[in-house]
């Protein structure tokens, strides 16, 4: 029933730790798919250990795409390489709490993995922003913004909005963000589980101080201006994608 889709990309550092504690779980995913976009470490080799099905992927948004076009399960289940979560029944209790309303499209709560006050405040900033959108989901039937460090949803659901938008899509916004109000604009329902997955630092290891001001400032405009959908040009869009990479 259930599809675990991984966009990967030089992932051998977290791969294997996330893999071992999907296969820890009481409830067995029907597949894990790896879309990898060209990793030149262990990843690959990683992925084949488990027995995942690796599929060409790309940026984020391409390998999220490509993973759920090829998926078999009726569930689909979008993680980041790095992420973990506790104990042996987390994804019994995530499928149990999706069977219930298989209408909608649900993200979790974030926690930080480690001791680090900047990865902290993200994971703080990331929650409110979802209780946020838990408020104005239900009067203007709109988010501000989401992550696709987790995220829950039919394969009919994924089949009706069709793609995570990459630049070539000439939109400005982020691809998590856009699908999940894609989602929402076709009368699907937006919900946080109340679950906990944790997120590593490695968003802030992988980026220089001005690489990682420079995301930040991306961020927080996208998010101010997808709501006007402007046109933009590509090298911008590319640019981010690009800062995308690895995080």
Not at 20 to 45: C, N, W
Not at 166 to 194: C, H, S, W
Request: proline fraction near 2%; hydrophobic fraction near 40%.
């Amino acid at each position: 029933m259930l599809s675990i889709i991984i966009p990967t990309l030089n992932e051998e550092k977290y791969l294997g730790r996330l893999l071992r504690l999907i296969k820890k779980q009481s409830y067995q995913p029907k597949e894990i798919i790896v879309a990898d976009g060209s990793s030149t470490d262990k990843t690959i080799s990683i992925a084949r250990s488990f027995g995942c099905r690796i599929i060409k992927g790309g940026t984020p948004a391409q390998g999220r795409t490509a993973g759920g076009k090829k998926a078999k399960g009726k569930i689909l289940l979008f993680l980041d390489a790095d992420v973990i979560f506790r104990g042996t029944n987390f994804l019994k209790r995530i499928i149990d709490n999706y069977k219930n309303d298989q209408n909608s499209i649900a993200s979790v709560w974030f926690v930080s993995q480690e001791q680090n006050a900047v990865n902290k405040f993200i994971c703080w900033a990331a929650n409110l922003n979802k209780k946020i959108n838990l408020i104005i989901t239900k009067k203007w039937r709109v988010i501000t913004g989401e992550f696709g460090i987790f995220i829950i949803c039919s394969k009919h659901i994924f089949d009706a909005v069709g793609f995570f938008p990459t630049f070539a899509n000439n939109t400005f916004t982020m691809e998590d963000t856009l699908f999940f109000r894609e989602a929402i604009k076709k009368g699907f329902q937006y919900r946080v589980f109340p679950e906990k997955i944790y997120m590593s630092g490695r968003r802030i290891k992988n980026k220089n101080l001005f690489k990682l001001l420079v995301w930040g400032i991306l961020t927080l405009l996208i998010i101010i201006t997808s709501f006007l959908n402007p046109k933009v040009n590509n090298h911008i869009l590319r640019g981010y994608e690009e800062m995308r990479k690895g995080i």
